[in-house]
């Protein structure tokens, strides 16, 4: 199983609403990530786990935050977003530990859509 | 301030041609570099990767060049198949498992 999947595919929301996206992998993978990607850019980088805990934060507004309840499981809650943060929302794992640049594999992303 | 930059957005060739993506990077702290294919709408997919003790690897049709002392690396693909069109994203590692991505260089192979 090489894959990380990510739920919802799409997300609309409202400013006022609070969501969360969803990320798994199964591949025994120990660093997790969310990037961000708008239209004709590449991936952002948001947020990375290694070993369950947060490593990096790349200066993320604090209506983004994640958690990393367990090794497989990534999440990003999201509250009072606006409308300049719709975007492809992507989640990736990699060995992570010593390995510590190797390759990430991507989910598919969820589509948000702040209205 | 770009670290990775891929100097050409876009690229059309011949279906059987080579197809060659150029990056460049600026951080000498990069110690390992990936290639990665995105179609739209979904997330990117690995392609192949490079340590920086090496420099070249070849995985099929994709070989990846590094040059340390230019701090450039290529991506060839050979031979170019219509199914190869996308875009293409060089990223780059440091540690701490912090990858940084270039711009992309959209793909075109004609038929």
């Known amino acids: 199983d090489t894959e990380v999947t990510q739920t919802p595919k799409h997300l609309v929301m409202g400013m006022t609403n609070k969501k969360s996206l969803k990320c798994e992998q199964h591949m025994g993978h120990r660093a997790m990530y969310w990037y961000k990607q708008k239209a004709k850019k590449p991936p952002e980088l948001m947020f990375v786990?290694?070993?369950?805990?947060?490593?990096i934060n790349e200066s993320v507004p604090s209506r983004f935050s994640p958690e990393c309840p367990n090794s497989s499981l990534l999440n990003l809650h999201l509250h009072a977003l606006q409308p300049e943060d719709s975007a492809l929302y992507l989640c990736?794992?990699?060995?992570?530990?010593?390995?510590?640049?190797?390759?990430?594999?991507f989910g598919q992303g969820t589509r948000l859509t702040v209205v | 301030d770009q670290q990775v930059k891929q100097n050409s957005p876009s690229l059309s060739v011949q279906e059987g041609r080579i197809s060659i993506l150029n990056c460049d990077y600026t951080n000498s702290m990069f110690d390992y570099f990936l290639w990665y294919k995105k179609y739209p709408a979904e997330g990117p997919t690995f392609l192949i990767s490079i340590s920086s003790i090496k420099d070249k690897n070849e995985d099929g049709r994709f070989t990846v060049f590094l040059n340390k002392s230019a701090k450039h690396l290529s991506l060839h693909i050979v031979p170019s198949q219509p199914g190869d069109s996308a875009v293409y994203f060089c990223a780059a590692g440091a540690a701490g498992n912090k990858l940084t991505f270039g711009g992309g260089t959209r793909v075109l192979v004609k038929p």
């Open positions: 786990y290694s070993y369950e805990k947060l490593s």
């Open positions: 990736a794992s990699s060995q992570g530990g010593s390995h510590l640049n190797t390759e990430a594999f």
